[in-house]
C-alpha cells in the first residue's frame, strides 16, 4: 500500500498537528472539518505550528512553508476524501458523534480507502461496523506536541487486516513517528494504561496527606530519572481532564468514597480558582517558572 493523500478529519489542536506533521513529510494533506468557519479558525494554528517547527526541529522557513502548502481544506466531506488513501479522524470523543461520522465516511470514501482513528479513551471495536469496511479500519493515537512527543500507538481490533495494520505502522514511521504496534485492543493504549494509574497513586498520596505535590514529584524524579514528576505531568495534561478522569469512573460504579473527595478537592481549590495547570499560568505549580524545574529541586 503506497499512501500520497491523506485525509485529516477534525482541525482542533491534534488533528492540526496530525495535519501539519503529515505535510511536513512530504503528503498531500487535506484537512476536513464540518463548516469552513471552524476551518478558518483553526488555520491560525498553523501559524503557531510553523514558528515551533524552526524553534523545536530547527526547520527552515522555506521547509515550514512548502509544508503549509501541502495543506488544503475542505468542510464537503465527499470532496475532502476524494482522492483519500488513508483517513485520519480527530473528531471530538463522543460515542454517536464518531458513529454518525464513520457511517458517513463509509458511503463517501473510496473503496481502497483506510480510515484511522486517533481516540484516546474508545476502542475500533466501537465503531468498525459503523465504517462500512471493519477490515480497514484501526486506532492510530498520537501524543500532544506530536514534532517532539512523536509516539504513534497503532492498536487494530480483532477485525483488521494485517496487510492494513502493517500499511499503517510504515505510514507512522513515514512521517517521522515510532511506531508502537499494538496487537490487541487495550483502553488507554499502552501509554494511558502506564501512566494513569501512576497518576492516580500520586493524587491518592496528596489526598490523604501523605505528602504534598512537591515532596511526591521530588521522589519520583529522584528514584527514577524522570524529567518530571506525577503533578508536574497533571499540570500539562491539565487539571480539569484529571476530574473528568475521576468523574468518569464514579459514573462507571467504581465503588470508592476517596474518588468523590479527590473530585471535589481538584474543583474547589483547583479548576474554581481557575489554577487549570501550565494553560492558565497556574496548577500545582507556578509557571513559566516551575519549583520543579528550579536546579536545586532535587538537591533536598
Not at 69 to 91: G, M, P, W, Y
Amino acid at each position: 500500500m503506497n499512501f500520497k493523500n491523506i485525509t485529516v478529519a477534525g482541525s482542533g489542536v491534534l488533528g492540526s498537528q496530525i495535519a501539519y506533521q503529515t505535510a511536513f513529510s512530504g503528503f498531500d494533506v487535506t484537512v476536513y472539518d464540518v463548516t469552513d468557519e471552524a476551518l478558518e479558525q483553526n488555520k491560525k494554528r498553523y501559524e503557531t505550528l510553523m514558528k515551533r517547527y524552526q524553534e523545536d526541529l530547527h526547520a527552515t522557513e522555506e521547509e515550514v512553508k512548502e509544508a503549509y502548502e501541502r495543506l488544503s481544506f475542505s468542510s464537503d466531506l465527499k470532496e475532502a476524501v476524494k482522492n483519500a488513501d488513508l483517513v485520519i479522524e480527530a473528531i471530538p470523543e463522543v460515542v454517536k458523534i464518531k458513529t454518525e461520522f464513520y457511517s458517513q465516511l463509509g458511503k463517501v470514501a473510496p473503496e481502497h480507502t483506510i480510515f484511522a482513528t486517533n481516540t484516546s479513551t474508545l476502542l475500533p471495536s466501537q465503531f468498525a461496523e459503523a465504517t462500512g469496511r471493519p477490515e480497514k479500519f484501526l486506532a492510530l493515537h498520537f501524543a500532544n506536541e506530536i514534532w517532539k512527543n512523536n509516539t504513534a500507538e497503532i492498536m487494530k481490533h480483532p477485525g483488521t487486516d494485517e496487510s492494513v495494520f502493517q500499511a499503517v505502522i510504515e505510514f507512522a514511521k513515514a512521517i517521522g513517528m515510532v511506531a508502537l504496534p499494538l496487537h490487541k485492543e487495550q483502553p488507554g493504549y499502552i501509554l494511558n494504561s502506564l501512566l494513569v494509574p501512576l497518576l492516580e497513586a500520586a493524587e491518592m498520596l496528596w489526598l490523604n496527606e501523605v505528602a504534598d505535590p512537591e515532596t511526591i514529584d521530588k521522589t519520583w524524579m529522584i528514584a527514577t530519572g524522570a524529567p518530571k514528576g506525577p503533578f508536574a505531568i497533571l499540570d500539562i495534561v491539565g487539571i480539569t481532564t484529571a476530574y473528568n478522569v475521576v468523574n468518569a469512573k464514579i459514573a462507571a460504579g467504581v465503588k470508592d468514597e476517596r474518588l468523590k473527595k479527590l473530585a471535589n478537592l481538584l474543583k474547589t481549590e483547583y479548576i474554581d480558582k481557575g489554577k487549570l495547570g501550565v494553560a492558565t499560568g497556574e496548577g500545582f505549580y507556578k509557571y513559566p517558572n516551575p519549583s520543579y524545574a528550579d536546579p536545586n529541586f532535587l538537591k533536598g
